[in-house]
Nanobody, 126 residues
Framework: QVQLVESGGGLVQPGGSLRLSCAAS????????IVWFRQAPGKEREGVSC????????YYADSVKGRFTISRDNAKNTVYLQMNSLKPDDTAVYYCATDPLSFSCSTYGSRVYTYWGQGTQVTVSS
């Protein structure tokens, strides 16, 4: 059974850091494109970051570029999203997603993904 489980969210002050995890079961995560999305109340879902299969390339939304880093730990079958210099605008539920038919990060924010995690809440507030 394919499953993605996010963790690592929480409450952090502006300027702080969090590391989100996306742990996979039922498949080898390194063979798949993995995307992080976020959705804030009343806002559209936003594609935040994408990592290609075997971690060859990474991509970021302009809103997080230079602050967020996506990476893989193949031994743990997990993808991470390191978030630094957090801002109140980063407050959202963060999801990881993948699809067996997704082979690149091209237009990753607008594609359809079959497998999603349950989401983890990130709140940036003083």
């Amino acid at each position: 059974q394919v499953q993605l489980v996010e963790s690592g969210g929480g409450l952090v002050q502006p300027g702080g850091s969090l590391r989100l995890s996306c742990a996979a079961s039922g498949f080898t995560l390194d063979n798949y494109v993995i995307v992080w999305f976020r959705q804030a109340p009343g806002k559209e879902r936003e594609g935040v970051s994408c990592i290609t299969r075997r971690g060859g390339s990474t991509y970021y939304a302009d809103s997080v570029k230079g602050r967020f880093t996506i990476s893989r730990d193949n031994a743990k079958n997990t993808v991470y999203l390191q978030m630094n210099s957090l801002k109140p605008d980063d407050t959202a539920v963060y999801y990881c997603a993948t699809d067996p038919l997704s082979f690149s990060c091209s237009t990753y924010g607008s594609r359809v993904y079959t497998y999603w995690g349950q989401g983890t809440q990130v709140t940036v507030s003083s």
